[in-house]
């Protein structure tokens, strides 16, 4: 399973296919990785910093809905699997601009699918010589009471235009395995947290906010919870599943680590208060305040992985505890660095 590979990343400056390049540096030097990112104001090549010089890495900025330019990189490369992370990703910018939504994330995976295809299965209905991962997210599922979880065999329910472009993609994405016999894998993660995430999003959000004095926005009432991932857990399930799954398999990936937003921004400033204590003694938690909530907010989320674990073996090893801890002080380096 490790022989040597040419792989194309999409949206590997953004915050998981960034940490899943470093990761593969690590796990799979040999492999030749291939970057394609349009470097929108989520993507930064500062997220690539650090890499191995000896690792065999090119970066192209580019856009997934641009047919041509694909064609031209696989005449160039020969790419023998894709690893499909880029897309518009923040719920609160789908909401107030859904646009580029459907664009990167519906068009840009169909534009990706309809080349490798071409590239892949040139006879029509044959073995298909490359594998195709698309990244996608629970949201697709839409919302859960307070009890329940979601599974593989869960409904399709998209409440934001976000999940609803993720679930047009997926959607996508099977009718390929489907109709075409292309080898294409979905996996449906839950929310990632850990180094290189974009400021934007609710955990860098706390940090920021605290350490520079600001209020911390925290929506509605607090009481909407999230499953979080350390991102290297991700990133692990990730390489399995690419390496060992069955074409047009379909996984979840959570990590039983359910958090409301209240406990979960508390939890973040009682951290603060002990490894950057405020001058004065008060403690972050005194920042926090309540402002509108998002339009449409869903109000839990929760993942079963055990057929996951079940035939690979996968289980997410990192605590909450030493995760966010690693987070935080990343945040806390980055910060420094801008004084
Ligand atoms: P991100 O916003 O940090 O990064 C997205 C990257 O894609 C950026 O570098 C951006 O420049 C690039 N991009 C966007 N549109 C593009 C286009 N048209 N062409 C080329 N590049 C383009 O996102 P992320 O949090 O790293 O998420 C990566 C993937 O994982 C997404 O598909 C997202 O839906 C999915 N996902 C994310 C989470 C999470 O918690 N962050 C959870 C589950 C699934
Ligand atoms: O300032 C904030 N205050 C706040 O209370 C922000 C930015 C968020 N929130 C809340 C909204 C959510 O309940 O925190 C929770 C997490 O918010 P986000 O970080 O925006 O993540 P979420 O909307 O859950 O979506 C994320 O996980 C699934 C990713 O952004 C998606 O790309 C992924 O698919």
């Not at 719920?91 to 601009?97: G, L």
Request: aromatic share 10%.
């Amino acid at each position: 399973a490790t022989e040597k590979r040419t792989i194309l990343i999409t949206g590997g400056a953004g915050f998981i296919g960034s940490n899943f390049i470093h990761y593969l540096a690590l796990e799979r030097p040999d492999w030749h990785i291939v970057n394609l990112d349009k470097l929108t104001y989520a993507g930064s090549l500062d997220n690539l910093d650090g890499l191995n010089p000896d690792f065999q890495y090119d970066f192209i900025q580019g856009d997934i809905t641009d047919g041509g330019l694909l064609n031209r990189l696989h005449r160039r490369y020969h790419f023998d699997g894709i690893v499909h992370f880029a897309a518009e990703s923040h719920v609160d910018n789908s909401i107030a601009s859904p646009e580029t939504f459907v664009m990167s994330n519906v068009m840009g995976t169909f534009t990706l699918l309809e080349a490798a295809r071409k590239w892949w299965m040139p006879k029509g209905r044959s073995a298909c010589q490359g594998r195709f991962l698309h990244i996608s997210t629970d949201e697709v599922f839409g919302e859960l009471g307070k009890t329940g979880v979601f599974s593989e065999t869960s409904p399709y329910r998209p409440n934001s235009p976000y999940s609803a472009s993720k679930a047009g993609s997926d959607h996508l994405v099977r009718s390929y395995v489907k109709t075409y016999g292309m080898d294409c894998i979905t996996t449906n993660c839950s929310n990632n947290y850990g180094p290189r995430q974009h400021r934007e999003k609710f955990i860098p959000t706390v940090i920021n906010t605290a350490m520079t004095g600001k209020e911390i926005p925290i929506y509605g009432d607090g009481s909407n919870i999230r499953d979080w991932l350390f991102v290297k857990d991700h990133c692990e399930a990730l390489l399995g599943i690419f390496e060992y799954s069955d074409p047009g398999e379909h996984y979840l990936i959570g990590a039983n680590n359910e958090q409301n937003n209240l406990d979960l921004a508390r939890l973040i400033c009682q951290k603060l208060d002990e490894i950057v204590p405020s001058l004065g003694g008060k403690s972050y938690t005194d920042q926090i305040r309540f402002v509108e909530d998002r339009p449409g907010h869903d109000i839990r989320y929760a993942v079963d992985h055990s057929k996951l674990t079940g035939e690979l073996g996968w289980k997410p090893v990192t605590t909450f505890e030493s995760g966010l801890t690693e987070t935080i002080h990343w945040y806390i380096g980055k910060l420094n660095k801008k004084l």
